[in-house]
């Protein structure tokens, strides 16, 4: 019973000190999705939609919520959000070629229609991020018009 006692004080002791340490935080400027809304021109309620869903994932500006600042979940949310950006960033939509932004794009379409983002992983937590059908919709919508400009300037060059 001694060395179950012990064991259990040590893993305390190192869980107490893990909280003094974590990963850097993904908190930039929101003025860095500028270009993005310029170059895409979303609607309010797409912009709303990217926002609650997306943008926490998929930019340099990340909402961290009050359980980030516990260890070791705070290396499970750093994980996902390096992976998120990894694959799209918005806040770097800029140093995309034309025909790397038709590419995300026809991604993003995808995944939202085959309902594989915004991860269940998030959207238990926020629940504003569960896309509706009409969510879904207006989002597919709006990228499809939007990857025409992309198509037409990749094929032009």
């Known amino acids: 019973m001694k060395i179950i006692k012990r ?4 893993l305390l002791v190192v869980l107490i ?6 990963p850097q935080k993904n908190v930039g400027d929101t ?3 500028e270009l993005f809304y310029a170059d895409t021109h979303p609607s309010e309620n797409v912009e709303l939609i990217l926002k609650n869903a997306c943008l926490d994932c998929h930019s340099d500006n990340t909402r961290y919520p009050w359980y980030n600042n516990i260890t070791p979940v705070n290396y499970w949310l750093d994980e996902h959000v390096k ?3 990894k694959h799209l960033n918005l806040s770097k939509w800029d140093d995309y070629s034309d025909k ?3 590419h995300k794009l026809d991604e993003l ?3 939202v229609e085959e309902k594989e983002m915004p991860l269940d992983s998030y959207t238990w ?3 504003e991020a569960k896309l509706t059908e ?3 919709e207006d989002v597919t919508a709006w990228a499809k018009t939007v990857r025409l400009k992309y198509i037409f300037l990749k094929d032009a060059e």
Request: hydrophobic share 50%; glycine share 10%; aromatic share 8%.
């Open 31 to 33: 003025s860095s999705l």
């Open 109 to 111: 379409i995808e995944m």
């Open 100 to 102: 790397k932004k038709d």
């Open 83 to 85: 992976d998120g950006v």
């Open 17 to 22: 000190i893990a909280q003094f340490f974590g």
């Open 125 to 127: 937590i926020h629940d």
């Open 7 to 10: 064991i259990g004080l040590i």
């Open 134 to 136: 009409a969510q879904i």
